[in-house]
């Protein structure tokens, strides 16, 4: 069982280079909820095969970066979004 306290970091990581149809997304906020923590620890009933684990399966993104070619109604530069599907990760 691994303990959270001394498995988990923070990392900050630069933007990602995208193709021309792609979207970068920049983490707002994610939070670590009990569950997340049953997860690191691998007693959550559910868990991916490692290294899949990760704190924070839900959190708000805002669009950081569109590709040249991207061009959706639904979507611009500064929107916010969520994760989708759930338990995705951020």
Not at 45 to 50: Q, S
Not at 58 to 87: C, K, M, N, R, Y
Request: one cysteine or more; proline letters at 14%; charged letters at 15%.
């Amino acid at each position: 069982m691994a303990r959270p306290n001394k498995v988990l970091r923070v990392a900050r990581l630069p933007p990602a280079e995208i193709g021309d149809h792609d979207v970068c997304v920049r983490m707002l906020v994610a939070p670590i909820n009990p569950s997340d923590l049953n997860h690191v620890e691998g007693v959550y009933p559910v868990c991916p095969p490692l290294p899949a684990t990760v704190a924070g399966y839900e959190g708000v993104g805002q669009d950081h970066a569109l590709g040249t070619a991207f061009d959706s109604p639904l979507l611009s530069l500064g929107d916010w979004v969520i994760p989708s599907p759930p338990s995705l990760g951020t």
